[in-house]
């Protein structure tokens, strides 16, 4: 499987982990309605979810993240 492939769908699965429970709990435990439930639910997935990229180095294509909780980028191995 291509790299760029695979750090997309690192990228969706990941946001996909907070996104969910963010709208049940935003859709349970707050008073906000209709479209507003999705966009407090994006943003805090936005925020929250580690980012992957696929970058081309001298030693081949590498998949690389960035994420709030741990410190620097790492790359995925």
């Known amino acids: 499987m291509n790299k760029k492939i695979k ?6 699965i990941g946001f996909s982990v907070f996104y969910i429970p963010a709208y049940l709990l935003v859709m349970n435990y707050s008073h906000l309605q209709g479209l507003w439930i ?7 997935s936005l925020l929250l979810a580690p980012k992957f990229q ?9 998949i690389f993240v960035k994420w709030i909780f741990i ?3 790492k790359e995925v191995k």
């Open 71 to 73: 410190k620097g980028i």
């Open 54 to 62: 696929a970058i081309k180095t001298h030693d081949g294509e590498k």
């Open 7 to 12: 750090s997309f769908l690192y990228n969706f």
């Open 38 to 44: 999705a966009v407090t639910a994006f943003m805090i």
